[in-house]
């Protein structure tokens, strides 16, 4: 079992930066991949960007050039640093941790975007 905490949710203003965390609650030993993903209200949950242990990241198109992804060199702590961010980015933002053995989330963050 791993337990994801996330932390840096926030009130921001339309062009503002937030950096949330993500901390897993014990190393994972392997391969694997860390995400964060958002769910806006009466919307669909959808892929932000993720970061694998090789080094791999990838983003939405929506967040792309805008928000970047980072973790410690184990990755028992993921970054998101979200810039120029948009009232359409208010959302919950959710952390997750997959490989084919694991799928696991945190309970996530809120982030609003608003003036």
């Known amino acids: 079992q791993v337990q994801l905490v996330e932390s840096g949710g926030g009130l921001v203003q339309p062009g503002g930066s937030l950096r949330l965390s993500c901390a897993t609650s014990?190393?994972?030993?392997?391969?694997?991949?860390m995400g964060w993903y958002r769910q806006a209200p009466g919307k669909q949950r959808d892929f932000v960007a993720s970061v694998s242990t090789g080094g791999t990241t990838k983003y939405g198109d929506s967040v792309k050039g805008r928000f970047t992804i980072s973790g410690d060199n184990a990755l028992n702590t993921v970054y998101l640093q979200m810039d120029s961010l948009k009232p359409d980015d208010t959302a919950v933002y959710y952390c997750?941790?997959?490989?084919?053995?694991?799928?696991?989330w945190g309970k996530g963050t809120l982030v609003t975007v608003s003036s």
């Open positions: 014990r190393t994972i030993v392997g391969g694997y991949v």
């Open positions: 997750n941790v997959k490989r084919a053995d694991m799928d696991y």
